[in-house]
């Protein structure tokens, strides 16, 4: 065959190629058409919004012209895609389909390089690996001419690497400093507001917008443009603003996708309007926008605590055939705890076990924070092995509220196995896990490692807020330590942490804990917090007032009148701190002429009544104490353990212990919980009639009441009174060591004993509490020294006093009594030694002289 025979065959070839490539071109077009008319009569859809029905509609026009435009596409790009051997010639091709002609078949070797630069650089963003994608970015700019610049696609792909990895300043910076070649468009634009999106900065993104909104067609926004955009806002706390943007979207005819619509949700549901959320998914539907299960989890987010609405918009999704998904039960099992719906909850739990949806680390961590706030912490471990079980992994997040869990009951040595378990699995802990541990330390009071917790919070290099200090300050002041209170907030201003509102109001209550000049250092610290600027609201003045109650009472009413001057109103809490700084001061008719005149202005509440009890009782005036819990129940409140439990304790004080045994029967027969403080204030009334003490001793045994150290007590005075000191003394040996109460209980033995003047069995209690490691108290070391001092043993006694000092058990003006009678003693036995041996000397002489 001759080479024009040959060139025919090879024309023919290519012609039955084209002939085949057009052949499947109309084929593909003609299934396309089939395809759309059938989408056309299915197109009358129909989306319920409450009663109103929306029907969207779709020319058959538009619709085969553009089903068939979308298979001609696809189909050409099918046949280019199958030209190009690699992935880059394939984006090469789509992209030169979508912005200009083909410039030929081939591709030149710098469009080679700049094609695979971007692959890596897009991949690296991927991986959220900026350092990566920039260093290949350079390769780009590099002073080498054979290398081709950075276009469009390169500058978008480090971008895209700075927002994965939230570094919007960069973007920012990269953004500002665009070539003169490169053009940015709506997409680049998006990118730079997303990066400014994941770290919550809507001012610079907000400005970018309203650039995109004045170029016009240029920097046209699109949906992924006001998705961004509204994010940046919600996450700025600009709920507002997102809002009405995504409005005067709607009503500009800007189009919004499901995203977009998503963002709007999460926006109304950080403002807290639910109705503005609901709005918008009608919205959606309205509008023909797909509506996902995303948007029903952001919708169920924005419920709170009203389950009933979130129950109702399940139901919706329901009956939209809408599945249910991770985030919409997550986000229900979060209404449900909000709500304290327990049950609700764990059903909502066990129905994602039997559908065999899988559940995350935000669902455990959900039902755990349940557990805690309920203060479960069984139910909190039995979450946490479930969580082992489905072999989802723990984070900080996870053992903080395990540790909250076993803090609020009181577990403290768990809460600390469980900082071993976090170590071990490679978990740092953060300021809330030394918080939690603070908190565990401080119910249990075991005050020194709670210290110690905090150094190693300062150690650990934590990042520490004014959170975390005032919760120390706070540690130090239930402690009763305003010494080292004070150095703390001295620290956190020192640590450049300023000081809250919460922090100042803290302090002012430490200084109520200052010996002397109390009032002085709180007005002082007041004075600081309104110098700083804070909000010096009523709370900051109820607080004042309240420091100033252990000082004299006019610096609590000069407060009150400054109060008043600042055009501060005074609320029934000032009123009732002012009656309690005359009670500490005994000033009963200051106390009676307050509380009368208080209810002009605010409604008195039971602690008022009960302000006025205790003063009353602390002076001894038992029946203006009764009259005035009569007038309590006339004026309508019904009085409650605490109050009956003050009742009390004026009676007590003034030794009725008749009238106390009978507001007792009368809380029996109201039904009124009997408490052991209950006990406590009966038990003291009836000091001087021990047999009805042992009584009631018998009577909480069998309630089953928790012991405190006032019940033992009067318990082991009525027994000595009783003449039972055996019975006694091993009530006392019988406590758990070591105990405060067991050391105070001790001291009274040993008191009591050498009040009856049984000083050997008094001493004989000092050696069993040696021998059984009872710390000793002040109480104790008195009265062995007494005993020492009457039995002559005056260097037992001084040896005792050394141990008392070595101890660090301060001495009270009885033990400087004691110490200051011993040398007497030993002084004046010392100089009846020397007056006896110059007496001796003198018989002596004589006799030797008359010899």
């Known amino acids: 065959m001759g080479a024009r025979g040959r060139g025919c065959e090879r024309g023919e070839a290519r012609r039955g190629k084209r002939r085949r490539c057009c052949r499947s071109v109309m084929r593909c077009i003609g299934i396309s058409v089939v395809f759309a008319c059938f989408a056309v009569s299915c197109c009358g859809l129909t989306a319920k919004v409450g009663e109103k029905s929306i029907k969207a509609r779709v020319s058959y026009v538009d619709a085969i012209r553009g089903v068939a435009r979308s298979a001609w596409r696809n189909t050409f790009l099918g046949i280019r895609d199958k030209r190009c051997k690699s992935a880059e010639c394939r984006v090469l091709a789509r992209r030169q389909w979508q912005r200009k002609p083909a410039q030929g078949r081939g591709i030149s070797v710098e469009r080679q390089i700049l094609i695979e630069t971007n692959r890596r650089i897009g991949q690296f963003a991927k991986d959220s690996n900026w350092q990566k994608a920039l260093e290949a970015f350079n390769g780009l700019t590099g002073t080498d001419t054979t290398r081709p610049a950075p276009d469009l696609i390169s500058y978008n792909n480090l971008l895209n690497a700075y927002s994965k990895c939230g570094l919007w300043e960069k973007a920012l910076e990269c953004f500002a400093n665009l070539p003169a070649n490169v053009k940015p468009d709506t997409i680049l634009c998006n990118t730079v507001i997303s990066a400014c999106a994941r770290k919550g900065v809507w001012k610079p993104a907000y400005d970018l917008f309203q650039e995109m909104i004045r170029n016009g067609s240029n920097l046209a926004p699109d949906a992924a443009t006001y998705s961004a955009i509204i994010t940046a806002l919600t996450r700025g706390e600009q709920w507002e603003t997102a809002l009405n943007l995504g409005d005067k979207a709607k009503t500009s005819g800007s189009t919004l996708n499901t995203v977009a619509y998503t963002a709007l949700i999460n926006a109304a549901r ?157 978990i740092r802990s953060n300021k809330y896990t030394y918080d939690f ?131 501060v109103q005074p609320n029934v809490v000032t009123y009732n701190a002012l009656l309690t700084v005359f009670e500490k001061n005994q000033e009963l008719e200051m106390c009676r002429r307050l509380f009368k005149g208080m209810a002009l202005e605010v409604r008195r509440n039971a602690y008022s009544y009960a302000s006025l009890i205790n003063c009353a009782g602390r002076k001894g005036k038992w029946q203006m104490a009764a009259d005035t819990f009569k007038a309590m129940q006339d004026d309508g409140l019904e009085p409650e353990t605490d109050l009956y439990n003050t009742f009390l304790t004026a009676l007590s004080r003034s030794g009725r ?46 309630r089953q009441l928790r012991f405190e150290a006032p019940i033992y007590e009067a318990y082991v005075k009525a027994l000595f009174k009783l003449g039972s000191w055996n019975e006694a003394l091993s009530v006392v040996y019988d406590l758990p060591t070591p105990s405060a109460t067991q050391t105070q209980l001790c001291g009274l033995a040993m008191d009591s004993l050498y009040r009856s003047n049984q000083k050997s069995q008094c001493l004989s209690v000092l050696e069993k509490m040696v021998s059984r490691g009872i710390e000793l108290g002040i109480d104790s070391y008195n009265c062995a020294m007494a005993s020492y001092v009457d039995a002559g043993d005056l260097d037992r006694a001084l040896s005792l006093f050394d141990d008392m000092m070595a101890a660090a058990v301060q001495p009270d003006s009885r033990t400087y009594d004691l110490m200051i009678a011993a040398h007497t003693r030993r002084r004046a036995e010392k100089t009846k030694a020397k007056m006896n041996e110059g007496n001796a000397t003198v018989e002596s002489s004589s006799g030797n002289a008359a010899s």
């Open 270 to 426: 950080t403002g807290n309007v639910w109705h503005r959320a609901l709005g918008l998914l009608e919205d959606m539907l309205r509008a023909g926008v797909r509506v996902d299960s995303i948007a029903y989890a952001s919708l169920l987010s924005c419920c709170g605590t009203n389950f009933q609405q979130a129950e109702k918009i399940c139901g919706q999704m329901d009956d939209l055939g809408i599945p249910r998904d991770t985030n919409t039960y997550n986000s229900l099992i979060g209404v449900y705890a909000k709500s304290k719906q327990w049950d609700r909850a764990m059903k909502e739990y066990m129905d994602m076990q039997d559908k065999g949806i899988r559940r995350n680390i935000f669902t455990y961590n959900t039902l755990i924070a349940m557990q805690a706030s309920d203060s479960n912490a069984e139910g909190a471990e039995w979450v946490f092995r479930e969580m082992q079980y489905d072999q989802v992994r723990s984070d900080v997040i996870t053992y903080n509220l395990r540790i909250s869990a076993l803090a609020q009951t009181g577990q403290r040595q768990r809460a600390f196995d469980v900082v071993q378990e976090m170590n071990n699995n490679g």
């Open 437 to 567: 541990l603070i908190t565990a330390c401080e119910l249990e009071e075991r005050f020194d490692q709670g210290v110690e917790m905090f150094n190693d919070m300062l150690k650990s290099q934590v990042r520490m807020d004014v959170v975390s200090f005032t919760k120390h300050i706070k540690f130090y002041k239930d402690r009763g330590d305003w010494r080292k209170a004070l150095r703390t907030f001295s620290l956190m201003l020192q640590s450049n942490i300023r000081a809250n509102e919460v922090s100042y109001k803290t302090l002012i209550s430490v200084c109520s804990h200052i010996p002397e000049g109390s009032a002085n250092a709180a007005n002082a610290v007041f004075l600081e917090m309104q110098m700083s600027e804070l909000r010096t609201d009523v709370t900051a003045y109820n607080t004042l007032i309240s420091a100033c109650a252990n000082d004299h009472w006019i610096h609590a009413v000069r407060v009150f009148k400054r109060m008043k001057s600042q055009l």
């Open 657 to 702: 212990w008749e009238q106390a045994l009978s507001v007792m029967t009368k809380m029996s027969t109201e039904s009124v919980f009997i408490d052991t403080k209950t006990y406590i204030a009966t038990m003291r009334a009836c000091e001087a009639y021990p047999k009805r003490v042992v009584e009631m001793y018998k009577e909480v045994k069998e």
